[in-house]
């Protein structure tokens, strides 16, 4: 299984480490020629306002979205996950319309407001320590999203079919659930079968 | 490692294979956001000038840094002078992103550096070589930069620290655990810090390139030669096509590694900064030697 790393720019060798200590090849993606061959796509964090520049610059975004549209899965982190928003707000810019949120940016203020907490999730080893970097906040979810973790009650880790968000960085720690969960989303492949399940959300 | 440095790294590894702009009013940080700018770093005077007019230079106006901070959504940083300690509490105070300890300010203490570690913003520090590297993140750096030589244009003195700086990591790496102490104390070096670097092969905070950088192939060469992401000053806002020229650097830095898209960004470029042969420069205007 081969999945990709959107390598603009931001924290995207972070995932592939995470990738790699899943035992999954993560290759790093800067033109849309190269989703060709993926079994999936992870968004990673950084500048979303630079990460769409080049989504446009280089035709990612039609891409992108046809990549989606075929079924294979597309996991966002905070920069990440304001790209694949419905709407993006604070202020609005262009989004890439994957999944039914509408995010703000920046929400909780500026570095000096970043922090670590525990977070709820319906995965299955009970919370798991999010870090959150100038991140955003999923200000509303559309009824076919389902909200696989929360902050003090509002939706941190959020899925709709293969579409999958976090505003915190799950790469930035040693807890690998949310990128099994991906992996597992890729399930039509094989080599996923290996990895699956026990990251699946509990009904 | 403790949740604060963890979060301090966090958003330098959020920078990563970007370009951070130098700005000096509103605008001009609209135009680098517009270009696809990681951060800017906001500046009284881009350093061309703080080298052309002399004179002490200080953290910027807090006004000016306020101004900056309204027109962008992008992470804002703000230079305080090496070992001023209370100007970084009040750009801390102030809600900056991250903070320069900067060689291109004049020195506040000639001695010591501010202990980064008292402080819940980032820092991010000069360094010529590993051992000044390994210094400053013993002070609580969160990002380590090259100092290269600030508003002269020329590409030189980064590639020198780079490549000292990525020349010495290689060395540890072949040392044995036992020679790891005295290399320490070769170094100047936090012998924990000296044996992390010799472990992993690389710093423990991102490593970006400062000083100097001019064109797309510049900041490019920096990339290849294992810059994480790079600094632009004086190279953009003292060229005579800044918007252009900011948008060439961000796609040569992206796509640093293929020699298409650098030609590309390359083309219809108008004049770079004129620059200066740094080593016609009298030791005492070398701004890189400032540090300790």
Same mark, same amino acid.
């Given at each position: 299984?081969?999945?990709?790393?959107?390598?603009?720019?931001?924290? #995207? @060798? $972070?995932?592939? !480490?995470?990738?790699?200590?899943?035992?999954?090849? =993560? +290759?790093?993606?800067? *033109?849309?020629?190269?989703?060709?061959?993926?079994?999936?796509?992870?968004?990673?964090?950084?500048?979303?306002?630079?990460?769409?520049?080049?989504?446009?610059?280089?035709?990612?975004?039609?891409?992108?979205?046809? #990549? @989606? $549209?075929?079924? !294979?899965?597309?996991?966002?982190?905070?920069?990440? =996950? +304001?790209?694949?928003? *419905?709407?993006?707000?604070?202020?609005?810019?262009?989004?890439?319309?994957?999944?039914?949120?509408?995010?703000?940016?920046?929400?909780?203020?500026?570095?000096?407001?970043?922090?670590?907490?525990?977070?709820?999730?319906?995965?299955?080893?009970?919370?798991?320590?999010?870090?959150?970097?100038?991140?955003?906040?999923?200000?509303?979810?559309?009824?076919?999203?389902?909200?696989?973790?929360?902050?003090?009650?509002?939706?941190?880790?959020?899925?709709?079919?293969?579409?999958?968000?976090?505003?915190?960085?799950?790469?930035?720690?040693?807890?690998?659930?949310?990128?099994?969960?991906?992996?597992?989303?890729?399930?039509?492949?094989?080599?996923?079968?290996?990895?699956?399940?026990?990251?699946?959300?509990?009904? | 490692?403790?949740?604060?440095?963890?979060?301090?790294?966090?958003?330098?590894?959020?920078?990563?294979?970007?370009?951070?702009?130098?700005?000096?009013?509103?605008?001009?940080?609209?135009?680098?956001?517009?270009?696809?700018?990681?951060?800017?770093?906001?500046?009284?005077?881009?350093?061309?000038?703080?080298?052309?007019?002399?004179?002490?230079?200080?953290?910027?106006?807090?006004?000016?840094?306020?101004?900056?901070?309204?027109?962008?959504?992008?992470?804002?940083?703000?230079?305080?002078?090496?070992?001023?300690?209370?100007?970084?509490?009040?750009?801390?105070?102030?809600?900056?992103?991250?903070?320069?300890?900067?060689?291109?300010?004049?020195?506040?203490?000639?001695?010591?550096?501010?202990?980064?570690?008292?402080?819940?913003?980032?820092?991010?520090?000069?360094?010529?070589?590993?051992?000044?590297?390994?210094?400053?993140?013993?002070?609580?750096?969160?990002?380590?930069?090259?100092?290269?030589?600030?508003?002269?244009?020329?590409?030189?003195?980064?590639?020198?620290?780079?490549?000292?700086?990525?020349?010495?990591?290689?060395?540890?790496?072949?040392?044995?655990?036992?020679?790891?102490?005295?290399?320490?104390?070769?170094?100047?070096?936090?012998?924990?810090?000296?044996?992390?670097?010799?472990?992993?092969?690389?710093?423990?905070?991102?490593?970006?390139?400062?000083?100097?950088?001019?064109?797309?192939?510049?900041?490019?060469?920096?990339?290849?030669?294992?810059?994480?992401?790079?600094?632009?000053?004086?190279?953009?806002?003292?060229?005579?096509?800044?918007?252009?020229?900011?948008?060439?650097?961000?796609?040569?830095?992206?796509?640093?590694?293929?020699?298409?898209?650098?030609?590309?960004?390359?083309?219809?470029?108008?004049?770079?900064?004129?620059?200066?042969?740094?080593?016609?420069?009298?030791?005492?205007?070398?701004?890189?030697?400032?540090?300790?």
């Amino acid at each position: 299984m081969k999945i990709g790393v959107l390598a603009v720019q931001g924290d #995207f @060798a $972070a995932h592939a !480490r995470m990738l790699r200590r899943l035992g999954v090849e =993560a +290759i790093e993606v800067r *033109r849309a020629d190269e989703l060709e061959e993926l079994d999936g796509l992870i968004m990673p964090g950084g500048e979303s306002t630079t990460m769409l520049k080049f989504l446009a610059e280089e035709n990612l975004t039609p891409t992108i979205k046809k #990549f @989606a $549209a075929s079924g !294979r899965p597309v996991f966002g982190t905070c920069a990440g =996950a +304001i790209l694949l928003a *419905r709407e993006a707000i604070n202020p609005a810019q262009p989004s890439l319309d994957l999944i039914d949120i509408t995010v703000e940016r920046n929400a909780f203020g500026r570095q000096v407001d970043s922090f670590i907490d525990q977070v709820e999730t319906t995965l299955e080893g009970g919370s798991m320590e999010a870090v959150f970097i100038r991140a955003p906040r999923i200000r509303r979810v559309g009824r076919g999203v389902e909200v696989l973790a929360a902050l003090d009650g509002e939706p941190v880790l959020v899925r709709e079919r293969n579409i999958l968000a976090a505003t915190f960085h799950p790469e930035m720690t040693g807890d690998d659930r949310a990128h099994r969960l991906f992996l597992h989303i890729t399930s039509r492949d094989d080599v996923a079968q290996s990895v699956r399940l026990r990251c699946a959300p509990k009904v | 490692m403790d949740n604060t440095i963890r979060l301090k790294t966090g958003l330098a590894e959020m920078l990563k294979g970007g370009v951070i702009m130098d700005v000096t009013n509103a605008e001009q940080s609209r135009i680098a956001e517009e270009a696809g700018a990681v951060a800017v770093m906001a500046l009284e005077r881009v350093p061309a000038d703080i080298r052309a007019e002399g004179g002490v230079a200080r953290m910027a106006s807090p006004k000016k840094i306020r101004e900056i901070m309204a027109s962008v959504t992008i992470p804002v940083m703000a230079k305080v002078r090496i070992g001023h300690f209370v100007e970084a509490q009040a750009l801390e105070a102030l809600g900056v992103d991250f903070i320069d300890e900067s060689e291109v300010l004049t020195p506040a203490d000639e001695e010591h550096h501010i202990n980064k570690h008292a402080f819940k913003v980032p820092f991010v520090c000069g360094a010529r070589n590993l051992g000044e590297a390994l210094r400053r993140i013993g002070e609580g750096a969160a990002m380590i930069r090259t100092k290269g030589e600030a508003g002269s244009g020329n590409i030189v003195e980064a590639v020198r620290h780079l490549r000292k700086i990525h020349q010495e990591m290689r060395r540890l790496t072949t040392l044995g655990e036992e020679e790891l102490m005295s290399e320490a104390k070769q170094l100047g070096a936090p012998y924990e810090i000296v044996r992390m670097v010799a472990r992993e092969g690389r710093l423990p905070v991102p490593n970006f390139a400062a000083g100097g950088i001019a064109t797309p192939a510049d900041a490019a060469l920096c990339m290849q030669l294992g810059a994480e992401s790079v600094f632009v000053g004086s190279g953009i806002f003292k060229s005579n096509d800044p918007a252009q020229r900011a948008r060439a650097i961000v796609k040569a830095t992206v796509h640093f590694n293929d020699p298409k898209a650098i030609l590309e960004a390359s083309e219809e470029l108008g004049e770079a900064m004129r620059g200066l042969d740094v080593s016609k420069l009298p030791e005492s205007e070398l701004l890189q030697t400032r540090g300790w």
